[in-house]
């Protein structure tokens, strides 16, 4: 037996092995640089260190779509957007899909959802209990739902954040953060309306930590901790220009924490490539129920074992119209990263309520005075280049793109036959018809008729 499948037998659910609870807590555009495991020490995210020490932090973890409900009904099914049927921001997941909830339920396990749901009546119906809302954070409700479980059964808990999404107010933190102490990102220009934004989501992933340890001292309280699996993630990256909706990894890299006591290896790190389409078939196996032909995704339950195991050459990336109109693919590798895009008369616009953000605003002020650096400038120009290829070790915020340069030719060549092989395999089209704008490109506002 080869040694993956000797890792993978290891998971198989026996009499003295059950399989185990699993816990989901997904923020709501979290970026993967902006909490204390992933390196940023400015924000203030104690139980999210707490779960990293516990377990293990996958660097290359990545979203198929840096779009909220898109996101999830991939992580629901196992399948890319475009091959589940609601690739456009706000489209129910269609009936008929594989349901990772009803699939778990069908193997004896209670499931339920708390929080944000944004999936569609028909995904919810996999679950025995849904519990939407939670007050601002989205969080209210979580240990109520895992307190009112049936203790016969396992059980699989989606717990989904509003945190840390858009409007921001004030004093969402009784110390909030200070504009001075933030990170800003060098495709953001340092400006003071900046920084006050950043410290105002800042405050709001503090605010969902303070959930996350909630929930982590339940488990601990019901003395399920080391029966259960806890996957940490968000459904994509921060909501600010550049990131939210690209498929740069500011937009598509999200900060994925597995812990699962005596499994998961306490403290660890892990560079293999993941998709979260990979969830779905992971937790199915774990739970010892047959993964459907139709998810595309691959179980990482040998990763989850051997961190160091290699898993994936490419994970691949789609951009579909979320607020405004745009198309674009990519294929991921450990190092690079190949962006096709097919709106080129576009720009690339962040989503509408980035666009009535302060951020966005004052980079419009810079741009429109001719102050704007031109690496700040990707979210207003046109054309935009057919391709991209980008040196991800070499320069992490993807602001060199290197199509063009002869010694990258054979990288190029790779990452353009990868994403062609996937584009044929899923069947994958540029949409005959366009999807128009529901903003202004602006003002983030609905245009007056």
Known sequence: MTPLLL???AFTPTDRA???NVVLLIADDLGADDCGPFGNRAVRTPNID?????????????VPASSCSPSRCSLLTGRYPHSHGAPQLHQPLPAGQPNLAALLRAAGYWTAIAGKTHLGKDALAGFDVVNAGGGPSGCGQWVETLRRRPRDKPFFA?????????DYAPNAIPQPHRP?????????????EVRADLALYYDEVSRLDRYIGDVLDELDRQGVANDTLVLFLSDNGRPFPRCKTTVYDS????????????VVRAGGTCGSLVST???????????????????QGRSFAGVLRDPAAKHRDFVYLEKNWHDFDDHARAARSARYRYVRNSYRDVPLTPPADAVRSPTFQAMIALFDAGKLPAEMRTCFVTPRPAEELYDVDADPHELRNVIADPRHAAVLASHRQALDEWVMETSDRVPAARTPDRYDRRTGLVPKK
């Open 158 to 166: 989606w717990l989904a954040a509003f945190d840390p999404h858009r």
């Open 50 to 62: 707490r779960l990293a020490r516990g377990g293990t932090r996958f660097d290359r973890a990545f």
């Open 7 to 9: 890792s993978l037998a």
């Open 180 to 192: 001075a102490d933030v990170i800003v990102p060098p495709y953001l220009p340092d400006t003071p």
């Open 251 to 262: 937009g598509c890299r999200t900060p994925l924490i597995a812990r699962w006591p005596g």
């Open 18 to 20: 059950p399989p185990p």
């Open 277 to 295: 389409i990979d969830i779905a078939p992971t937790l199915l196996g774990l739970a010892g129920a047959a993964v459907p032909p139709t998810v």
